[in-house]
């Protein structure tokens, strides 16, 4: 099946700087999602980007599917941005979303 | 459109009780999934719905999980004599029938077995 694979796995970062995400995965994909993560558990979606770029707000997230990637932009960090970071993907074959391990993310102020 | 809604949102049971976990999806959403996810790792699927019809089922749900959708609207996930191995937040999302296939998570039940 794909493999998802994510970096960095943790981000400490002081706020107002800005961070990249990144998201390998190993096989074509018709869907790929970033989700945000809450203390209290749920996903919060950010994007919906199986390809292109989107922007909202102060993310914005780019996948170049002919090489496999996807990138979380951040900026001006705020303490409300920490959390876990997932891309999510799936493939033409199934309906069921293949998680990566996250990318942690602690904004002090 | 109120969002998918989880209940029980927490459940403490004693291993060897059965649990039931109920998922409402967001109305006219006719697809509809089930995850777990451990301390420490992504959502893994569980199994997935279209209307009332069970399309895939992961390796993951032992014969002591089953689940159901019986009129296409709300479904029930079962665990049977649990063990402290299903610990777990179980995670329902649901997404529409046309347009996209981006899907939308409810806020977990978190199951804890003692």
Same mark, same amino acid.
């Given at each position: 099946?794909?493999?998802?694979?994510?970096?960095?796995?943790?981000?400490?970062?002081?706020?107002?700087?800005?961070?990249?995400?990144?998201?390998?995965?190993?096989?074509?994909?018709?869907?790929?999602?970033?989700?945000?993560?809450?203390?209290?558990?749920?996903?919060?979606?950010?994007?919906?980007?199986?390809?292109?770029?989107?922007?909202?707000?102060?993310?914005?997230?780019?996948?170049?599917?002919?090489?496999?990637?996807?990138?979380?932009?951040?900026?001006?960090?705020?303490?409300?941005?920490? $959390?876990?970071?997932?891309?999510?993907?799936?493939?033409?074959?199934?309906?069921?979303?293949?998680?990566?391990?996250?990318?942690?993310?602690?904004?002090?102020? | 459109?109120?969002?998918?809604?989880?209940?029980?949102?927490?459940?403490?049971?004693?291993?060897?009780?059965?649990?039931?976990?109920?998922?409402?999806?967001?109305?006219?959403?006719?697809?509809?999934?089930?995850?777990?996810?451990?301390?420490?790792? $992504?959502?893994?699927?569980?199994?997935?719905?279209?209307?009332?019809?069970?399309?895939?089922?992961?390796?993951?749900?032992?014969?002591?999980?089953?689940?159901?959708?019986?009129?296409?609207?709300?479904?029930?996930?079962?665990?049977?004599?649990?063990?402290?191995?299903?610990?777990?937040?179980?995670?329902?999302?649901?997404?529409?029938?046309?347009?996209?296939?981006?899907?939308?998570?409810?806020?977990?039940?978190?199951?804890?077995?003692?």
């Amino acid at each position: 099946g794909i493999q998802v694979e994510q970096s960095p796995p943790d981000l400490i970062l002081q706020e107002g700087a800005n961070s990249t995400l990144r998201c390998n995965f190993s096989d074509s994909v018709n869907n790929l999602q970033w989700f945000h993560q809450n203390p209290w558990g749920q996903l919060i979606n950010l994007f919906y980007i199986p390809s292109g770029t989107k922007q909202n707000g102060r993310l914005s997230a780019t996948t170049v599917a002919t090489e496999r990637y996807s990138l979380l932009y951040i900026s001006s960090s705020q303490t409300t941005d920490s $959390g876990v970071y997932f891309c999510a993907v799936g493939s033409y074959n199934t309906d069921k979303l293949i998680f990566g391990t996250g990318t942690r993310l602690q904004v002090f102020p | 459109d109120t969002g998918v809604s989880q209940d029980p949102r927490h459940k403490i049971t004693k291993r060897g009780q059965n649990v039931t976990f109920r998922c409402d999806p967001i109305s006219e959403h006719n697809r509809l999934y089930w995850y777990r996810q451990t301390l420490g790792q $992504g959502p893994e699927f569980l199994t997935y719905f279209q209307n009332e019809a069970q399309l895939e089922k992961s390796r993951l749900l032992s014969d002591r999980f089953s689940a159901e959708r019986p009129k296409g609207s709300f479904s029930t996930l079962e665990i049977q004599r649990t063990e402290q191995g299903d610990s777990a937040m179980y995670l329902c999302a649901s997404s529409p029938p046309t347009g996209t296939d981006e899907q939308y998570f409810g806020p977990g039940t978190r199951l804890t077995v003692t």
